[in-house]
T-cell receptor
Framework: QKEVEQNSGPLSVPEGAIASLNCTYS??????FFWYRQYSGKSPELIMS????GDKEDGRFTAQLNKASQYVSLLIRDSQPSDSATYLC????????????FGKGTTLSVSS | DVKVTQSSRYLVKRTGEKVFLECVQD?????MFWYRQDPGLGLRLIYF???????EKGDIPEGYSVSREKKERFSLILESASTNQTSMYLC??????????FGDGTRLSIL
């Protein structure tokens, strides 16, 4: 059973701090990795994709991938109250005709 | 922008009814998916389809069926609705091996 694990949280950080969200996955052959943000009562929204080892930056967001250790992380710099949401990690198994495997999500709360 | 449209935002049905949830995407994506999301359980895949008339069972297909007669449309059917099928239902689509884009969801209540 391929799995994606996330700490459910809640993760609480003050405004302006760095929020660090982590995710581990079991399928060593996985090739692509994604972070979704989901506000309460809304549907998930894709915010980051990462395909190779290292860091990928997009504005205040940085995704980090370490395939050898099978973990993916998302850093949010200068956290804002509007970043308060549940963040879902998703992994694309290395197998044709399969769906993304989602973690259960980490809830982030940014206090002003 | 990718547009995935679900036919209803809120729906209330009675136990035993046959329920249809419709989803349409406008980006010619090959893959389409149906999930349900419940507190503490995360997203759970019900069915997905990687081509017209093709379907694959997900993690929780029991009590559901799907139909994909046209590439842009993927329907979820609750054959005989039960109260434990009260949930948020999310449709998504994607190109092959690309991330999924979600619709706004349908909050379904079975009374």
């Amino acid at each position: 059973q391929k799995e994606v694990e996330q700490n459910s949280g809640p993760l609480s950080v003050p405004e302006g701090a760095i929020a660090s969200l982590n995710c581990t996955y079991s399928d060593r052959g996985s090739q692509s990795f994604f972070w979704y943000r989901q506000y309460s009562g809304k549907s998930p929204e894709l915010i980051m994709s990462i395909y190779s080892n290292g860091d990928k930056e997009d504005g205040r967001f940085t995704a980090q991938l370490n395939k050898a250790s099978q973990y993916v992380s998302l850093l949010i710099r200068d956290s804002q109250p509007s970043d308060s949401a549940t963040y879902l990690c998703a992994v694309n198994p290395n197998q044709a005709g399969t769906a993304l495997i989602f973690g259960k999500g980490t809830t982030l709360s940014v206090s002003s | 922008d990718v547009k995935v449209t679900q036919s209803s935002r809120y729906l209330v049905k009675r136990t035993g009814e046959k329920v249809f949830l419709e989803c349409v995407q406008d980006m010619d994506h090959e893959n389409m998916f149906w999930y349900r999301q419940d507190p503490g359980l995360g997203l759970r895949l019900i069915y997905f389809s990687y081509d017209v008339k093709m379907k694959e069972k997900g993690d929780i297909p029991e009590g559901y069926s799907v139909s994909r007669e046209k590439k842009e449309r993927f329907s979820l059917i609750l054959e005989s609705a039960s109260t434990n099928q009260t949930s948020m239902y999310l449709c998504a689509s994607s190109p092959v091996r690309q991330p999924q884009h979600f619709g706004d969801g349908t909050r379904l209540s079975i009374l």
